[in-house]
């Protein structure tokens, strides 16, 4: 008897089929489909000015069934984009595949940090989820999603611990910190004492560096930088072999003789 009203518990309890038409929307996950602002993404390549591209990748879920076989949805380009195909983002492809037995996929969009531009402005990309023969938009509210993306860099909250050892904030000085010294954050000193030797040491990395960026180049060839001499001058471009357009001036202080590097707003970095 009792294995009987267990079983008949079990019937009771299973889900029903879904019957309705299979739909497809962008899903992030713990998202409220009705928020658009959640299906924003930012990103930045400010933090690592080596990487020519980076490939971001959107959740895209269906509402319906899984399937015995592959399925395609598509993916075009919104209005109020301001990002230039090949020049900002590599073109959507014509289709995208759901395999078979998935509900859930991840939409490849692949960004480029070539534009030197980028330094000073964020570009973006509006998507839109298109209908299909195999996919509805039941959600109209959930088939757009925005990515912005810059290579802008912006004073760090701690900086101003360290001001006097690295001077006044601009975003070349920081650039060139984060190349030279390896680290992106570094410590607030009267939290964590004990890690104050660590972070005068990556300041005096980034020291090193200025008083001799060619010996640096010499040096690091690993790391992909390169000093060109500007026609008609003793000054530099030091820039990421991949991305030439992006440079920092170097230039001959004849006073000093030496080589500085010289910011966004003219100043000389010491």
Known sequence: MFLLLLCSACKKEEVAIYEGEDSIYFYFDGDNIADTAKRHVVHSFAYDLSRASDTLFLPVRISGNTVDHNRYFKVSIDTGTTAQEGEHYEALADQYVLPAGRGFVWLPIVLFNTDPTLAERTVSIRLRLEETADFHLNLPQAVTAKISFSSRLEQPSWWVFWESSLGGYSRVKHQLFLISSGIVDMPNPSEDPGLIPKALYHIERYRTFLNNPLQWVEQNPERGYVLSPRAGSRDYDFYYEEIPDRTFLLQY??????????????????
Not at 253 to 270: K, P, R
């Open 253 to 270: 202080d004849a006073q000093v003789n030496a080589y500085i590097f010289v910011d966004e707003n003219g100043e000389n970095i010491y």
